[in-house]
């Protein structure tokens, strides 16, 4: 553990503010056979996990990921306390190649359908890349967020498996007033394949608990990267018309199919049905190699949009 007030010096680092507290993780050259009290910048833990164990809820402790070598989990990680902030400990603020990489491998665990499953409250998750490549049927996707005014910021999110899986995805968006900034999800270079939705975001009520839905959600200054296969692939989808409560905001969002692309995406943004319960707004966002950013009933955008006379106005698909 660190203590802020004895290494103000650190603050520089790209160390967020105001923490009470600071866990080193190291998976290349860490230990998880010390204590608390001995973990240090040059005396890190392993493991996440180990860290986890430490952190006392609601006390804006912070989780700071070390090193050069990916930090592997043997299970999903599950972030249920509350107030939790996970960095990557790196000068740079990456949108996407960051120092820091959390991955999952190949498990058997059926309770394993991502790599990160996030449910505390007032959460964050800075700097870091985060990397999917299972192959249980039950792992449809890396980061599972169901919290409550969670912040991912600075990330990279990917899932290298399930290409040809419809409801499998890189990110499940069912938080409560989460801010997703600064951020790549997807990938250029890993191939879609046939006729499947396989959206990078998955908004579907659900996904991550019962009763969990996408609740006045914002993305911000986000990339979306698809190697597409089909006019029916999508970079953000729910199925149903509930969806969505309140607001779903895409702003200055880049959606892309990758140039080696072998088809091209019908609509960027996509629904089952009307949302009955909120609304969806692209506010600002461009689209290259697809053919509309969409065309779902009740899906506003707003400019510049050459095809309306009305730029600047939003207005519904």
């Known amino acids: 553990m660190y203590d802020f007030v004895n290494v103000p010096a650190l603050h520089t680092n790209n160390m967020p503010q105001g923490l009470s507290a600071v866990y080193f993780v190291d998976y290349g050259t860490g230990s998880d056979n010390r204590g608390k009290r001995a973990n240090s910048p040059t005396r890190p833990f392993k493991t996440i996990d180990k860290?986890?164990?430490?952190?006392?809820?609601?006390?804006?402790e912070g989780i700071a990921l070390m090193g050069s070598a990916s930090?592997?989990?043997?299970?999903?990680?599950?972030?249920?306390?509350?107030?939790?902030?996970?960095?990557?400990?790196?000068?740079?603020?990456r949108a996407f190649g960051q120092n820091a990489k959390v991955s999952l491998g190949v498990t058997t665990a059926v309770t394993d359908i991502g790599t990160i499953l996030n449910t505390g409250?007032?959460?964050s998750f800075r700097n870091i890349k985060f990397i999917n490549e299972n192959?249980?049927?039950?792992?449809?996707?890396?980061?599972?967020?169901?919290?409550?005014?969670?912040v991912i910021d600075h990330c990279e999110i990917y899932k290298s498996t399930d290409l040809d899986v419809t409801l499998a995805s890189?990110?499940?968006?069912?938080?409560?007033?989460?801010?997703?900034?600064?951020?790549?999800?997807?990938?250029?270079?890993?191939?879609?394949?046939?006729?499947?939705?396989?959206?990078?975001?998955?908004?579907?009520?659900?996904?991550?608990?019962?009763?969990?839905?996408?609740?006045?959600?914002v993305f911000?200054?986000?990339?979306?990267?698809?190697?597409?296969?089909h006019v029916n692939n999508r970079y953000v989808y729910g199925a149903n018309?509930?969806?969505?409560?309140?607001?779903?905001l895409l702003r200055r969002c880049l959606f892309v199919a990758g140039k080696l692309s072998t088809a091209t995406p019908a609509q960027c943004v996509a629904f089952g049905g009307t949302q009955s319960e909120g609304y969806c707004l692209?506010?600002?966002?461009?689209?290259v190699a697809n053919t509309k950013l969409s065309t779902t009933t009740g899906v506003y955008i707003t400019g510049p949009v050459p095809t309306y006379a009305t730029a600047g106005i939003a207005v519904a698909s």
């Open 51 to 60: 860290a986890m164990d430490y952190i006392t809820t609601n006390k804006n």
């Open 71 to 93: 930090h592997v989990l043997t299970e999903m990680l599950t972030v249920s306390k509350s107030r939790v902030h996970m960095f990557g400990f790196d000068p740079g603020g």
């Open 121 to 123: 409250v007032r959460n």
């Open 135 to 150: 192959t249980v049927d039950e792992g449809l996707y890396c980061f599972v967020e169901g919290g409550e005014y969670t």
């Open 170 to 217: 890189e990110l499940v968006m069912n938080g409560d007033s989460a801010q997703v900034l600064n951020s790549v999800i997807g990938s250029l270079a890993n191939a879609m394949s046939g006729d499947v939705i396989r959206a990078n975001v998955r908004v579907t009520a659900g996904l991550a608990g019962s009763g969990k839905v996408a609740r006045d959600v």
């Open 220 to 229: 911000d200054n986000c990339m979306f990267w698809k190697k597409a296969s």
């Open 241 to 248: 018309a509930t969806d969505v409560e309140r607001l779903f």
């Open 282 to 287: 692209i506010d600002n966002c461009s689209s």
